[in-house]
């Protein structure tokens, strides 16, 4: 076999491309040191953090995040030009007759005999749309906040140039500092302000989503390695997973 081998009875079979699975462990680090930044960030009165501490905090914060974004970009990217198994048409919940493959894997799922998949299976199909879009708005949020917040890019220069009404004055530009209102337009930073709370509120509601989505997936992947046992943790290292049998999604 030019693509597959037999292993102890089973058959291994590539899956998971090297960028897809560099992604999937890159996203992971750095949503788990975002997580306890954001947790700190949260809870800076609890903390009593000062002012300046609360600035570094969100600057690693922001810092790790433009890696997240980066990392998110180049994923979304890769689910165009991928291996079959990652590519978004073998993805996203929205091929034809899904839902119809939805409730089959279902139902022989809790029947002890669930439909073997090579790629992911049409929950976890559903699963990853949910995450992939958490993902997606968490960090265009995120970026609107580094800018409103720490004045650094995308938008930090323009929002200096409003809450100072300097326009291209540099000089005064270069002298605002996050945290500190000194050179501010107090009526125009408060405009900036509320501009940026449902925002702020967007960012934490989805930080607590985004948490729930995690643990949900670690369940469903503990819970497909007891039924499947097909080696679906390890693929995401190795790039292989093993049937007795021919994967109803193997490549033609």
Not at 57 to 61: A, P, T, V
Not at 114 to 120: D, I, S
Not at 122 to 127: E, I, N, T, Y
């Given at each position: 076999?030019?693509k597959d081998?037999i292993v102890?009875?089973?058959i291994?079979?590539?899956a998971?491309?090297?960028?897809?699975?560099?992604?999937?462990?890159?996203?992971?680090?750095?949503?788990l040191?975002?997580i306890?930044?954001g947790?700190?960030?949260?809870n800076?009165?609890t903390?009593?953090l000062?002012?300046?501490?609360?600035?570094l905090?969100?600057?690693?914060?922001v810092y790790?995040g433009?890696?997240?974004?980066?990392?998110?970009?180049?994923r979304?990217?890769?689910?165009?030009?991928?291996?079959?198994?990652?590519?978004w048409k073998?993805i996203?919940?929205?091929?034809?007759?899904?839902l119809g493959?939805?409730?089959?894997y279902?139902?022989t799922f809790y029947s002890g005999r669930?439909?073997?998949?090579?790629?992911?299976n049409?929950?976890?199909?559903?699963?990853i749309?949910v995450?992939?879009?958490?993902?997606?708005v968490q960090g265009?949020s995120?970026?609107v906040?580094a800018?409103t917040d720490l004045?650094l890019?995308?938008l930090g220069?323009e929002i200096k140039?409003?809450?100072t009404?300097?326009g291209e004055?540099?000089r005064k530009?270069a002298?605002?500092?996050?945290g500190?209102?000194?050179s501010i337009?107090?009526?125009?930073?408060?405009r900036?302000?509320?501009v940026r709370?449902?925002?702020?509120?967007t960012?934490?509601i989805l930080?607590?989503l985004?948490?729930?989505?995690?643990?949900?997936?670690l369940i469903g992947v503990a819970?497909?390695?007891?039924?499947?046992k097909?080696?679906i943790?390890?693929?995401?290292i190795?790039?292989k997973?093993?049937?007795k049998?021919?994967?109803i999604?193997?490549e033609?």
């Open positions: 076999m030019s081998r102890n009875f089973y291994e079979y590539p998971w491309d090297r960028s897809t699975r560099i992604f999937h462990w890159l996203n992971a680090l750095l949503i040191t975002l306890p930044l947790v700190a960030i949260l800076d009165d903390l009593s000062t002012t300046e501490t609360k600035v905090l969100k600057s690693i914060h790790v433009y890696a997240f974004v980066a990392n998110l970009i180049w979304t990217i890769w689910g165009f030009s991928g291996n079959h198994y990652s590519r073998t996203l919940p929205f091929s034809k007759g899904y493959d939805l409730l089959k279902v139902k669930p439909v073997q998949y090579l790629g992911h049409p929950a976890a199909r559903l699963m749309c995450m992939y879009l958490l993902l997606i265009i995120g970026l906040l800018g004045y890019p995308p220069h140039e409003y809450v009404g300097a004055n540099h530009i002298n605002i500092k996050p500190s209102k000194e337009d107090e009526a125009a930073y408060n900036m302000r509320a709370e449902p925002i702020v509120e960012h934490e930080f607590y985004l948490v729930i989505a995690v643990i949900f997936h819970f497909t390695e007891i039924r499947e097909n080696a943790v390890s693929a995401m190795t790039g997973k093993y049937f049998s021919p994967p999604d193997l033609k």
